[in-house]
């Protein structure tokens, strides 16, 4: 059986912060904290601005030995419209790019984030504790409009890291075009994500019924909780991420993520219904219906 790493879609959400860890936390005690429940976290930060490794050290050296962490690639990398001004000032200031404008993605710049990335990726992997790189693709990037070989440069340039890629565009995932995006990910070793969404034909929400591994070493899921109104009209991430699993519905995930370790070496599980607390809250108990928990873990009382 695959070791299954079970976590959230970043430690930081306002939710959290209000709902779920102790009153009066300070902000640098909640990764320490949030470590104690889990052996994965995902990073989100890094989708908006390119991590610094001093402070990803002192991530590093806030967590157990065993502790993972998955890093989101930036949003330029996974062609969302992104204004110079979200780079990092080198790259801005090396490539002459206009402070003002959104940025053209060429080779030489997607290179260049590669690059600046690199030195916080590091810091991770020195330590084993890097797991998977994310792609998170826009829902505008569509079968309609574009081809999976636009993601070849940025695959290549990360060779060196496992790296999972969600499609978040229907028109990928359905008839012949699946087979062939199977096929590409295969092709490139990459990681298909598969996820958990509202049952809807609506093209920016993927199907739930795939249980795709491209990767021997890891599978991933990652779960965008199943509220259709919220997720196609939400105007926030906690909005259009807002759903609260039955415990029906977790057993259920459990299942799902027993068949995929029955077939990968590792495991991912990612809850990214981060409104409220109810993403942590699922997560644990996710792992008490996988048996990975007897009881809670220790837990720090309330801060005054």
């Known amino acids: 059986m695959a070791r299954i790493l079970v976590g959230t879609a970043s430690w930081s959400d306002p939710g ?14 909640r990764l320490a904290w949030y470590a104690q429940h889990f052996d994965m976290v995902e990073l989100n930060s890094s989708f908006y601005s390119v991590p610094d490794p001093g402070m990803v050290r002192r991530w590093r050296e806030s967590t157990p030995a065993n502790f993972v962490f998955n890093v989101k690639l930036h949003q330029l990398l996974s062609h969302h419209s992104t204004p ?57 990037f569509s079968a309609r409009k574009h081809e999976l070989d636009e993601l070849e440069h940025v695959l290549e340039l990360t060779r060196k890291f496992r790296v999972a890629v969600e499609l978040r565009n229907r ?6 075009q699946l087979e062939r995006s199977i096929e590409f990910f295969h092709e490139w070793n990459a990681i298909f994500v598969n996820v958990d969404a509202p049952r809807e034909n609506h093209f920016t929400i993927m ?10 070493d890891v599978a991933y899921l990652r779960l965008h909780g199943r509220n259709a109104k919220g997720y196609l009209t939400g105007k926030t991430v906690a909005a259009r991420f807002n759903y609260n699993y039955s415990d029906a519905e977790i057993a259920e995930v459990a299942e799902r993520t027993q068949t995929l370790a029955r077939r990968a070496k590792e495991v991912h599980v990612v809850f ?19 048996g990975q928990l007897v009881a809670l873990p220790p837990q720090t009382g309330e801060l005054f």
Do not use: C
Not at 16 to 29: G, I, N, S
Not at 207 to 216: E, K, R, Y
């Open 171 to 176: 028109n990928w995932a359905e008839g012949e």
């Open 84 to 140: 110079a001004k979200f780079l990092p000032p080198a790259v801005v200031k090396k490539l002459h790019l206009d402070k003002s404008a959104k940025v053209a993605r060429t080779p030489e710049v997607e290179r260049e984030m590669i690059a600046a990335f690199t030195p916080a990726l590091e810091v991770l992997q020195r330590a084993d504790k890097l797991g998977v790189l994310l792609l998170q693709l826009s829902p505008a």
């Open 272 to 290: 990214n219904n981060n409104a409220r607390d109810y993403a942590p809250h699922a997560a644990l108990r996710l792992r008490k219906a996988l």
């Open 207 to 216: 199907p739930t019924d795939i249980d795709a591994i491209t990767n021997s």
């Open 16 to 29: 959290f912060v209000e709902y779920w860890y102790p009153k009066k936390m300070p902000a640098a005690d």
